[in-house]
């Protein structure tokens, strides 16, 4: 099967910076894009930023200048580099992949445990 893990999360004060790592593995035939999304409470999850395997990035517009998505060597790893953190990033991030799992040859999104982020003021 496949597994997203993730690590990096924690608490930081307003205008720190956190860097989450996120590795899939298993039977995984291709990796189509990885990101990263943020569940606040009482919100409903949205996207933070999104890498494909071309390199194309997007970011939500509420992070666009302080964060930066980046794939690993491996292709297999993909990282979140957060930089002037702010009370409203507090949240339970987690890690996505849509990637084609080599036993069925059929792509879906498959998602991390989450880590959570705490930024306070």
């Known amino acids: 099967q496949v597994q997203l893990v993730e690590s990096g999360g924690g608490l930081v004060q307003a205008g720190g910076s956190l860097r989450l790592s996120c590795a899939a593995s298993?039977?995984?035939?291709?990796?189509?894009?990885m990101g990263w999304y943020r569940q606040a409470p009482g919100k409903q999850r949205e996207l933070v930023a999104k890498v494909t395997s071309g390199g194309s990035t997007n970011y939500a517009d509420s992070v666009k200048g302080r964060v930066t998505i980046s794939r690993g060597n491996a292709k297999n790893t993909v990282y979140l580099q957060m930089n002037s953190l702010k009370p409203e990033d507090t949240a339970v991030y987690y890690c996505?992949?849509?990637?084609?799992?080599?036993?069925?040859?059929?792509?879906?999104?498959?998602w991390g445990q989450g880590t959570q982020v705490t930024v306070s003021s």
């Open positions: 996505n992949a849509d990637l084609v799992d080599s036993r069925m040859m059929r792509g879906n999104d498959y």
């Open positions: 298993g039977t995984i035939f291709t990796i189509n894009a």
